[in-house]
């Protein structure tokens, strides 16, 4: 199935070269004259070699078909997470080398979908965002706001992102999974 380099997203599994790669960062690349482009950090399934590599916007690409299954992730056990499928029950460990860039929107009981290649486990598609509580943030003393800076935040899953002045420890926010970044308040 053949997509826009656009559209690709992280955690996304494409062919290319003869190989099969999967995304581990994706940035949009918009110099002054001509058209955007789409920066794509990859690693090789077979032997972890990385590749970085500039497609045009609507460079076409390869994704590689896979079989997706609905899994729960339950628990981090040493260096790995442990999941479940949600049909079957079984479960599955994922090393966190296999999470990287990833791992630090999981939280237990969320779901994610995982990906299958010839019956292997090859990489987790997190939804878009995913809602995650405060645990660390300064207080921002009246007086001092600077307007449209934010502050840092540490959530539960050790990730730092910058929120608005008026979030609070214990408040939880929606944070895009392609960006780590703050998009809004979540409901609670």
Known sequence: ??????DVRVGNLLEYQGKLWRVLKKSHVKP???GAFAQ????????????????????????????????????????DFVFMDLESFEQLQLASDDLVGQSEYLLPNEEVQINF????????????????AVTETESVVKGQTAAGSGKPAIVETGLRVIVPAFINVGDRIKVSTESGEYMERADH
């Open 40 to 79: 794509l950090e990859m690693k090789a399934i077979a032997d972890n070699t990385k590749l970085n590599e500039r497609f045009r916007s609507e460079d076409k690409l390869e994704k590689a078909h896979v079989e997706p299954r609905q899994m729960q992730y339950l628990y981090p056990e040493g260096n």
């Open 117 to 132: 290649y010839n019956d292997q486990p090859i990489g987790v598609e997190l939804p878009q965002s995913v809602a995650l």
């Open 1 to 6: 199935m053949k997509i826009s380099a656009s």
């Open 32 to 34: 002054g004259k001509g």
